[in-house]
């Protein structure tokens, strides 16, 4: 009788298809990988592909821009005042544009061709007034009454030889036909419509910009002239003539040369009131990266971060399209003949235009960007 032996190779029926193996030994939590094997940069080099595209790319660009010549001219100089459009990619020198560009613009610029500036219509007689809002006056002879006032002669307070005469400010003499006082209002309102800016014929204060608790003269660095009560009368008086309609002899034209700029359409004499000079105040901190060509001082503050300015960007009247002179040309200081004053009136920074010399009818008016810093580019002026 056979018998079963666990230990006999035969009896266990998995001994022929598999063997034991030990389990292998677990790696301290300690110890490191083995290093990794890295491909040689022979190897690398060897299986990878020059690309140039890009490079190729960037030359051609700089070689395009290169090549870039003013449309005008023709010639290429001068590569940090040349202007190149934003969607023609075309070349302009700022002198050789058409009007003149004193400052390289912030943002984005487009030529006159691909601008979609449109021509302003004329307005009517109805939407002049409405423009400028102003009083209808039905009764002639308060309108008669009103002028003679305002050329009657003052009488005189102390004679000459006791104190010396004071040059006082003198009121506008407006036209006297109606209808070329509303042809000057229409040429003011054409171009403060073809700018986009809404008429204001004094000071405008935005929630977040400088507030007028700011517009305090005693900030005013040395200090500022006070206007005498005179001149204050006259100022009040030539500012309720305004707004009867009964405005300064001026008309605003278009230059090919310096764009729109004002002419006189009558005589002006010496030390006649202009205008004032008005927009939204706020402070040359905020406006130092700003493309307004029109700021205009009011506040030179001890401080600078008080400093005010005005700026006719938005709102504005006929003081914002008066130009300035050339500072770096003798004959072009000549032209000037009216200038900016800052006054202290009723205890807040005023700015008035004031006539310097006589205006005779026909010539443009000009005074100095640069009155009281000399900061202003004014070399490409004409």
């Known amino acids: ?34 290093p990794r094997k ?3 940069m022979a190897e690398i080099m060897a299986k990878s592909v020059r690309v140039v595209v890009q490079e190729e790319d960037e030359e051609e660009e700089e070689d395009s821009y290169g090549d870039v010549a003013c449309e005008k001219c023709g010639s290429g100089e001068g590569d940090d005042e040349l202007l190149l459009c934003d969607k023609c990619d075309k070349g302009f020198h700022m002198k050789c544009l058409r009007p003149i560009v004193v400052r390289v613009p912030i943002g984005p610029w487009l030529c006159v061709d691909c601008s979609d500036q449109r021509p302003v219509r004329r307005l009517s007689q109805k ?29 005189r307070s102390c004679s000459l030889t006791v104190k010396k005469r004071r040059r006082k400010l003198l009121p506008l003499v407006p036209s006297d036909d ?5 042809t000057q209002m229409g040429t003011l309102a054409t171009a403060l419509t073809a700018l986009g800016i809404k008429y204001i014929d004094g000071l405008n204060y935005v929630p977040g910009m400088a507030p007028r608790s ?17 001149d204050l009368e006259t100022l009040e008086q030539c500012q309720a003539m305004c707004r009867r309609g009964e405005c300064p002899p001026l008309v605003v034209v278009f230059d090919p ?17 202009i205008a004032e000079y008005t927009g939204d105040v706020d402070y040359l901190k905020n406006r130092e990266k700003d493309d307004c060509d029109s700021i205009m001082t009011l506040l030179l503050s001890e401080d600078p971060s008080k400093t005010l300015v005005i700026c006719p960007d938005k709102y504005g009247n006929i003081s914002r399209f008066i130009n300035g002179i050339n500072n770096h ?5 000549k032209k000037q003949n009216c200038k900016c004053v800052r006054y202290s009136i009723k205890g807040e ?23 009281y810093e000399h900061e202003y580019p004014t070399h490409h002026f004409l």
């Open 214 to 230: 700011a517009n305090q003269s005693k900030f005013e660095k040395g200090g500022m002239q006070v206007l005498s009560k005179e």
């Open 178 to 182: 109606p209808e070329r006082r509303l």
């Open 38 to 40: 890295m491909k040689s």
């Open 257 to 273: 040369l310096e764009g729109y700029t004002v002419e006189a359409d009558g005589p002006i004499k010496d030390l006649t009131f």
């Open 349 to 371: 920074c005023r700015v008035l235009l004031v006539a310097t010399r006589d205006i005779s009818q026909g010539e443009r008016l000009y005074y100095d960007y640069n009155g």
């Open 127 to 155: 939407k002049i007034l409405h423009f400028f809002r102003i009083e209808k006056q039905t009764d002639q002879t308060d309108k008669s009454e009103s002028s003679q006032e305002t050329r009657k002669p003052r009488r």
């Open 1 to 34: 009788m056979a018998t079963w032996n666990a230990s006999s190779p035969a009896a266990s029926p998995c001994s022929s298809s598999r063997r034991r193996t030990k389990a292998p030994a677990r790696r301290p939590s300690s110890e490191s990988p083995p």
């Open 329 to 333: 040309n003798p004959v072009a200081k």
